[in-house]
T-cell receptor, first 115, second 112 residues
Framework: KAGVTQTPRYLIKTRGQQVTLSCSPI?????VSWYQQTPGQGLQFLFE???????NKGNFPGRFSGRQFSNSRSEMNVSTLELGDSALYLC??????????????FGPGTRLTVL | DQQVKQNSPSLSVQEGRISILNCDYT??????FLWYKKYPAEGPTFLIS?????DKNEDGRFTVFLNKSAKHLSLHIVPSQPGDSAVYFC???????????FGGGTRLMVKP
């Protein structure tokens, strides 16, 4: 099976711009979660989507949003970029059996640099 | 408030010896725990997990131990190999959720 893919792998933006990142989960996986990794805060949960619905949300401002399509592919959007948004954004997919936690499998990440 | 902590930022071990990585948690609602390995510029790679109904899970060279009363888990790697050199993260979640709370990571260096 192909793994989780994320595009683009690298991105440079300037403050105030917006950005959209894309994630294709492992075939058959219906849950997609997004994480942000920074040197200061470590790995932090952004949100989870399952069957096109946001199921969980982390402690991030409303500038961070996402969505999931019927084929389970997901996008996340960050509006009005700030310097502190520079990070590695990781997408993870999971089979997510309802009511159980599952192993999550991560993609390679998108490295976002905000200038 | 850090709900998952890895108190050792780094660990150095000789090849062939045992590596023991530790993790503590504070949230009693956590009932599923995972270990991931991460290389720079790559996403974390799943290693092993354990449910709170167990106290040990083994997969090849990797064994995870869970002590619920102490809210402590550990990952044992035996024997350690140079290719095991990476950053190891423990993570926790609670039932019906895929929201992982990660520790800060431990950098393992296995010397030949």
């Amino acid at each position: 099976k192909a793994g989780v893919t994320q595009t683009p792998r690298y991105l440079i933006k300037t403050r105030g711009q917006q950005v959209t990142l894309s994630c294709s989960p492992i075939s058959g996986h219906r849950s997609v979660s997004w994480y942000q990794q920074t040197p200061g805060q470590g790995l932090q949960f952004l949100f989870e989507y399952f069957s096109e619905t946001q199921r969980n949300k982390g402690n991030f401002p409303g500038r961070f949003s996402g969505r999931q399509f019927s084929n389970s592919r997901s996008e996340m959007n960050v509006s009005t970029l700030e310097l502190g948004d520079s990070a590695l954004y990781l997408c993870a997919s999971s089979p997510r059996t309802s009511g159980r936690s599952n192993e999550q499998f991560f993609g390679p990440g998108t490295r976002l640099t905000v200038l | 408030d850090q709900q998952v902590k890895q108190n050792s930022p780094s660990l150095s071990v000789q090849e062939g010896r045992i590596s023991i990585l530790n993790c503590d948690y504070t949230n009693s609602m956590f009932d599923y725990f995972l270990w991931y390995k991460k290389y720079p510029a790559e996403g974390p790679t799943f290693l092993i997990s354990i449910s709170s109904i167990k106290d040990k899970n083994e997969d090849g060279r990797f064994t995870v131990f869970l002590n619920k009363s102490a809210k402590h888990l550990s990952l044992h790697i035996v024997p350690s190999q140079p290719g095991d050199s990476a950053v190891y993260f423990c993570a926790a979640s609670h039932h019906a959720g895929n929201m992982l709370t990660f520790g800060g990571g431990t950098r393992l260096m296995v010397k030949p």
